[in-house]
């Protein structure tokens, strides 16, 4: 099946950083989403991606689709605590496959 | 977007047991899904609910472990079958609207003692 390749798996950070990650695939997906989990919560959407090459912003948060279609970037500037989580992407092939693949995720830890 | 309400949201039971999943969701939505996620790991999707037949279900997922039922557009079940503790995850409910808008449920903790 398809898989997506999120890294970096964990980041420590100081509050006010910028973050970035990233997940790859093999595969070509037609929508990319990145979700926030805090513990004890299911994932909730930050955003969502549709189109090749789509930037998209919500507050500080930009993520863009990667021309390829394999690939897609989250970026949090300047952290604040609230940000503390795990970070999922996830992917959807379309096509009748609607539901999404995950990647691994990425623990954000920030440090005061 | 769409508001899902799962019960219970937590669980334990004993091994050789089942257990019963709601997900109701405050609109019609086109698409359900059944999701689990493993202690300290990511969601992996198990099946698509579909409305009045049968679900379609993942690799390594299989119909006689969880079944599922989805009798209309905003109602769901995933019964989890004779549980053992390797059963101990969160199972998720999702829905999605014409591939947008995929939010999730709270999420049902769930362990097998």
């Known amino acids: 099946g398809q898989q997506l390749n999120q890294s970096p798996q964990s ?3 100081q509050e006010g950083e910028d973050v970035s990650m990233n997940c790859t695939s093999s595969s070509i997906f037609n929508t990319w989403l990145w979700y926030k989990q805090d513990p004890g919560e299911g994932p909730v959407l930050l955003i ?6 789509e930037l998209t912003s919500n507050g500080r948060l930009t993520a863009q689709f990667g021309i390829t279609r394999k690939d897609s970037f989250l970026n949090i500037s300047a952290s604040i605590p609230s940000d503390v989580g795990i970070y999922f992407c996830a992917g959807r092939i379309g096509g009748g496959a609607d539901g ?4 691994k995720g990425t623990h954000l830890i920030i440090q005061p | 977007s769409a508001v899902i309400s799962q019960k219970p949201s ?14 109701q969701v405050d609109s019609q939505v086109t ?5 689990r996620q493993q202690p300290g790991q990511s969601l992996t999707l198990i099946a698509t609910a579909n409305q009045g037949s049968e679900a379609t279900y993942e690799s390594g997922f299989v119909i006689d472990k969880f079944p599922i039922s989805r009798p209309n557009l905003t109602f769901s079940t ?5 549980m053992s ?3 101990s995850s969160i199972y998720l409910c999702s829905v999605g609207d ?9 999420g049902t903790r769930l362990t097998v003692v």
């Open chain 1, 11 to 13: 980041m420590f950070i």
């Open chain 1, 48 to 53: 969502a991606l549709y189109k090749a090459g």
């Open chain 1, 100 to 103: 999404l693949t995950f990647g």
């Open chain 2, 10 to 23: 937590r669980d334990i039971c004993q091994r050789g047991t089942s257990l019963t999943i709601q997900c």
């Open chain 2, 31 to 35: 698409m359900m899904f059944w999701y």
């Open chain 2, 78 to 82: 995933l019964t989890v079958s004779n």
């Open chain 2, 85 to 87: 503790p390797e059963d």
């Open chain 2, 98 to 106: 014409r591939g947008r808008f995929y939010t999730f449920g709270s």
